[in-house]
């Protein structure tokens, strides 16, 4: 099985898709630019949702649910925004189907027009907003810590399973504040907590920073990120958390009576990660054999494979030792399927990145073994059947923090610092990664930039230290590095 | 604030909206038919969902995800399918928005017109059918057992909220099967799953059935149904399960190999409830007060208020409550708001249904006691506080059970029989409710009945007893009564 996946040194985009393909996450559908997200891609899914809301509600967040359709007046409300959506907005303009008269089929009743066209959401902030008007009057009503799990759509015309649909999964926060002050702390407080997810469920390393005018969401006063680096050397944008400042308040008339009596407009974030991640778990740690999946996130963290086949010791081994991982919170799976070999079930389950395997044969069982394979290095060890549930609980951490540490090894090699024109643009085409280096500030050397290398300002790193330089390009002073990358 | 509900003898309709917005349930949007679903609202469908998750993945279901848009053509291929939801699709035909050219606003691209319209998704049996053809080759890949949790959008003209609206949230799941008794078995065990739902989880009692040809899914050669009893004496069909024999798999062409090594059309079928639910559990239960919500539903189980605010002595008796409380996994909420007083907590929890009530005051505390009240009956008791969270723990599961004993009396005292048309009619006008009557079988007299009488057959009860009669309509010959009732 795993054979049928091109090797990434042959054809780094073909071996994306036979990964995310193969191993089971999802499919194309025959719908252009939607995907089907078959079972074990949601398993990993949901295990991030899971997570992530959790981590929503410990912050104080409730979860909520608006509509799906935007009428198309609301879009507009906001200049920047309804620029940056307009070109890539599903619209509902009829609500009926109708026998065609001349027999030839179903076709759209034309008396059905709708008076208003609706846009299938690209995202909520306009029909959010509009609702908040009558949920905030005073101080009191705020803040308001809202977060939406929910479908959108974005016209794409160029589209990648997980990295880039027309619809897609997500949630998305929608807060409202008092004070600028405060927004901002939630805006950076959402940050951190998508690059603790990031980095300790998904075993990801993430840069923290902040976006350019240039790459601000649409309506944004500021939008943060946190960028990862891809095993082709490209950035991926992995989740954003945007200070909206009053614009969207403004734009739909909310305004809070404070605590001095007089009206004010709210402020406001919204924030949002999606199964965009799924592309970023898979390009972070999977190899040309399938799948790797950190354990904190894999649906199954452990596979039982009897060898050659179930029997009665083995089956008895088994349920003995599921009983002792089951007690230690830890997901694990007896593959006593008997119409497969144990090579195919190896196979399936490297491909599919169960973290770990075990198999269980009568010969070691009789010297009181079992042998335990851990997918990410491959290496096998024997161990003794009693005790063997506390080592897998410790093999399991371990696994999870050497694919960070790995990752953050492979990012760590690909970042680079360029002074000079020729240097940048050697580093790109020769290695891809990170580059740190000078940048005059404007958006016209920004886009020049982009034109000639593709590359663009992935973000202006939080803890970036104060540096004096010159631009890599105009040579206009300096006085810091922006990371630089191409980018997914 | 319980004041403003408009008594149920008054105006029930009212009573009903008041109770779903005022109690923070969900409110009417800006667009057409579709609704908000409040933080409130929105956790109890959470604690629906989090425990109907768990009994599909208990009986072997996993989880995936389907386009949200289907191709027009899609739909017409069951040609029942397209006659039950043609006249109900929001259909998109466009994918860009632009300037108006005389500077007047946003307007559709005309240029940006779809080849195919999509419609957006009523029920996703054709776009899952079309994408199961890629799945299935052999009885190996049988059954396939997949539920998908999604929005869904049938553009209903008169909207109630969560009972009728235009988009709503739900679950179904879409099986497939090598033979007709096995896909038979699914319906019906999904359909007792749901029953053991209603009944153990949202305390709502019901009937299990199967529907009238007339009354049938769109697509299917059988529709199961769980029907409840409303407060005002209405029906509320509250869950489906389809056996859709081999209609889809031809009309998608989804063949398997079989055992015989014979290909044969595989066998389906669907299923699912939704946040219609949500408006059976409000009519199942609450009051003119406000919501009343099952113990095991319920976001707070438990609400702490101190009398008449917040004391060191007082939070130290309730931290140490709460602990307690947390321990035997109860959902405890500490009410220390200090600017609002002790009535109008006690009026905001009644509205919103929190279960269970407990007033911590200094003159109690100093005799080791604390004030417990439950939602349901009102009933107060003083309570060594020492002791109380067993104490609790008891009164939840006994809330829980006298809720259903109450709901499945109110439909029992409410469940007739009818032997003369006279009599049928003057139960449905003098009392409503559910009413066992004989019929003759045919779609002509069902929906006569319906024309004159506005009640509908809910279904034909799995536990009928034979029983010889004459219809009350035609007076035709029937060998079984059926289930009449005015329904939602």
Same mark, same amino acid.
């Given at each position: 099985?795993?054979?049928?996946?091109?090797?990434?040194?042959?054809?780094?985009?073909?071996?994306?898709?036979?990964?995310?393909?193969?191993?089971?996450?999802?499919?194309?559908?025959?719908?252009?630019?939607?995907?089907?997200?078959?079972?074990?891609?949601?398993?990993?899914?949901?295990?991030?949702?899971?997570?992530?809301?959790?981590?929503?509600?410990?912050?104080?967040?409730?979860?909520?649910?608006?509509?799906?359709?935007?009428?198309?007046?609301?879009?507009?409300?906001?200049?920047?925004?309804?620029?940056?959506?307009?070109?890539?907005?599903?619209?509902?303009?009829?609500?009926?189907?109708?026998?065609?008269?001349?027999?030839?089929?179903?076709?759209?009743?034309?008396?059905?027009?709708?008076?208003?066209?609706?846009?299938?959401?690209?995202?909520?902030?306009?029909?959010?907003?509009?609702?908040?008007?009558?949920?905030?009057?005073?101080?009191?009503?705020?803040?308001?810590?809202?977060?939406?799990?929910?479908?959108?759509?974005?016209?794409?015309?160029?589209?990648?399973?997980?990295?880039?649909?027309?619809?897609?999964?997500?949630?998305?926060?929608?807060?409202?504040?008092?004070?600028?002050?405060?927004?901002?702390?939630?805006?950076?407080?959402?940050?951190?907590?998508?690059?603790?997810?990031?980095?300790?469920?998904?075993?990801?390393?993430?840069?923290?920073?902040?976006?350019?005018?240039?790459?601000?969401?649409?309506?944004?006063?500021?939008?943060?990120?946190?960028?990862?680096?891809?095993?082709?050397?490209?950035?991926?944008?992995?989740?954003?958390?945007?200070?909206?400042?009053?614009?969207?308040?403004?734009?739909?008339?909310?305004?809070?009576?404070?605590?001095?009596?007089?009206?004010?407009?709210?402020?406001?974030?919204?924030?949002?990660?999606?199964?965009?991640?799924?592309?970023?778990?898979?390009?972070?740690?999977?190899?040309?054999?399938?799948?790797?999946?950190?354990?904190?996130?894999?649906?199954?963290?452990?596979?039982?494979?009897?060898?050659? $086949?179930?029997?009665?010791?083995?089956?008895? @081994? #088994?349920?003995?030792?599921?009983?002792? &991982?089951? =007690?230690? /919170?830890? !997901?694990?799976?007896?593959?006593?399927?008997?119409?497969?070999?144990?090579?195919?079930?190896?196979?399936?389950?490297?491909?599919?990145?169960?973290?770990?395997?075990?198999?269980?044969?009568?010969?070691?069982?009789?010297?009181?073994?079992?042998?335990?394979?851990?997918?990410?290095?491959?290496? $096998?060890?024997?161990?003794?059947?009693?005790? @063997? #549930?506390?080592?897998?609980?410790?093999? &399991?951490? =371990?696994? /999870?923090? !050497?694919?960070?540490?790995?990752?953050?090894?492979?990012?760590?090699?690909?970042?680079?610092?360029?002074?000079?024109?020729?240097?940048?643009?050697?580093?790109?085409?020769?290695?891809?990664?990170?580059?740190?280096?000078?940048?005059?500030?404007?958006?016209?050397?920004?886009?020049?930039?982009?034109?000639?290398?593709?590359?663009?300002?992935?973000?202006?790193?939080?803890?970036?230290?104060?540096?004096?330089?010159?631009?890599?390009?105009?040579?206009?002073?300096?006085?810091?590095?922006?990371?630089?990358?191409?980018?997914?």
């Amino acid at each position: 099985m795993a054979k049928e996946i091109t090797p990434r040194s042959e054809d780094y985009s073909q071996w994306y898709n036979d990964i995310v393909r193969k191993s089971g996450l999802a499919d194309h559908s025959a719908v252009r630019g939607c995907m089907v997200i078959k079972p074990h891609g949601f398993a990993i899914w949901e295990s991030m949702q899971r997570q992530l809301d959790q981590m929503f509600k410990d912050t104080g967040h409730v979860n909520a649910y608006f509509p799906l359709f935007i009428p198309k007046s609301f879009l507009s409300r906001e200049a920047q925004h309804v620029e940056g959506f307009a070109k890539e907005c599903a619209v509902v303009t009829h609500h009926r189907l109708m026998n065609a008269p001349d027999g030839s089929g179903v076709v759209v009743d034309p008396d059905s027009r709708l008076e208003e066209e609706l846009i299938v959401r690209p995202t909520s902030e306009t029909i959010i907003w509009n609702t908040y008007k009558d949920w905030i009057q005073s101080y009191r009503d705020l803040p308001l810590l809202i977060n939406q799990w929910a479908n959108v759509v974005r016209w794409e015309m160029r589209t990648r399973l997980f990295l880039r649909t027309a619809e897609f999964l997500w949630q998305e926060g929608h807060t409202a504040h008092a004070t600028r002050e405060e927004a901002i702390e939630e805006t950076r407080m959402i940050l951190d907590l998508y690059a603790t997810f990031a980095e300790e469920w998904m075993a990801m390393p993430v840069i923290k920073g902040v976006k350019t005018p240039n790459e601000r969401f649409a309506g944004a006063e500021d939008t943060y990120t946190i960028e990862a680096l891809m095993q082709d050397g490209k950035a991926l944008q992995s989740g954003t958390s945007h200070f909206l400042g009053q614009n969207f308040a403004r734009a739909f008339d909310v305004t809070f009576l404070n605590k001095e009596n007089q009206q004010e407009h709210v402020w406001a974030t919204s924030w949002g990660v999606s199964t965009r991640l799924m592309g970023g778990l898979v390009m972070t740690h999977s190899d040309d054999d399938g799948l790797v999946i950190p354990p904190r996130l894999a649906p199954w963290q452990v596979v039982i494979v009897p060898i050659p $086949k179930p029997a009665p010791e083995i089956n008895d @081994a #088994a349920q003995k030792l599921i009983r002792e &991982l089951r =007690d230690r /919170q830890i !997901r694990v799976h007896y593959d006593n399927d008997e119409t497969k070999r144990p090579g195919f079930k190896f196979a399936e389950h490297e491909l599919r990145g169960t973290p770990v395997r075990i198999a269980i044969g009568l010969r070691d069982l009789e010297q009181g073994q079992v042998e335990i394979a851990r997918r990410d290095t491959r290496e $096998k060890t024997m161990v003794p059947a009693d005790g @063997a #549930a506390g080592y897998i609980q410790k093999l &399991l951490e =371990d696994i /999870q923090a !050497r694919l960070l540490e790995s990752a953050r090894k492979y990012r760590d090699d690909m970042t680079f610092h360029a002074d000079t024109w020729e240097e940048f643009e050697r580093i790109l085409d020769d290695k891809g990664g990170f580059v740190y280096a000078h940048w005059d500030g404007t958006t016209e050397t920004e886009l020049a930039i982009k034109e000639k290398t593709k590359a663009t300002i992935r973000c202006i790193p939080l803890d970036n230290p104060p540096e004096q330089g010159k631009c890599i390009l105009t040579g206009r002073p300096s006085s810091q590095r922006v990371l630089f990358a191409r980018a997914y």
